[in-house]
């Protein structure tokens, strides 16, 4: 099982060895990096990427981009673009969205409406990544199986709760299981995964659990591996 990692560029990484160490020391080799406006952070971006065995995947958290699919795929075109203007070893192997509609001012009022727009966003984003053969990610509330699904979403055609669609249409999801207890973490995310023939992750704040959550996850249900959130809760990162 390999873990995968969230890093916020508000808090740059200023020593790359020691974050390769510790990133072989946690087992993650998957990378969710905020990244945006890659012309003028090019060097910064190409130089974090290249010179290890890390995946590192370009992350989003623009929460509008749910009801706004132009900026959405205006943002994986950047993407794109960045990728084909560097070398082969400072290419982002994917793109993931970390971007949470139920934040959104209008949401309340607006639910049905900003959650059909959400896995439209999602689906069209995917077909992009997918033609340019880059990976698509997506992180999902574990609450969604259970708040969300009685709303039936018709996305063309095909009635289903929104945690499917979103899985549907993406190469692996990371199930935010911000919870207290492993017992609660492992029975909220149960039913995502599984439903998912994909990569699943799980998503987990608290650094002192994930062992144990790896270890009653994989006699149950297997997955891809944790999610870390974040980088800068780990021992020595500050350092």
């Not at 623009?62 to 070893?89: P, Q």
């Not at 659990?209 to 891809?224: C, F, G, R, S, W």
């Amino acid at each position: 099982m390999a873990n995968a990692i969230y890093i916020w560029s508000k808090i740059p990484i200023t020593k790359k060895k020691r974050f390769i160490e510790i990133c072989s020391s946690n087992n993650v080799d998957q990378i969710f990096f905020s990244a945006y406006n890659t012309s003028e952070n090019q060097s910064k971006f190409s130089e974090m990427i290249q010179g290890n065995d890390l995946k590192f995947f370009a992350m989003a958290s623009t929460n509008e981009f749910s009801t706004n699919s132009s900026i959405a795929l205006k943002y994986v075109d950047d993407i794109i673009k960045y990728n084909n203007r560097v070398g082969e070893e400072q290419k982002f192997s994917g793109v993931h969205f970390d971007i949470e509609p139920h934040c959104l001012p209008d949401y309340k009022n607006h639910r049905d409406e900003i959650l059909l727009k959400h896995v439209m966003m999602i689906k069209e984003c995917h077909k992009k990544t997918d033609n340019n053969g880059l990976e698509f990610g997506v992180s999902i509330p574990y609450w969604y199986e259970y708040n969300e699904k009685s709303i039936p979403i018709n996305l063309e055609g095909v009635i289903k709760p929104c945690s499917q669609h979103i899985i549907d249409n993406s190469d692996h999801i990371s199930i935010m299981a911000y919870r207290p207890r492993i017992d609660q973490i492992v029975n909220s995310v149960k039913e995502e995964i599984k439903y998912s023939s994909k990569k699943v992750f799980v998503a987990v704040n608290d650094i002192s659990i994930i062992k144990n959550v790896e270890t009653a996850l994989n006699k149950v249900y297997p997955i891809e591996g944790i999610a870390i959130h974040h980088y800068h809760k780990l021992p020595g990162s500050k350092d």
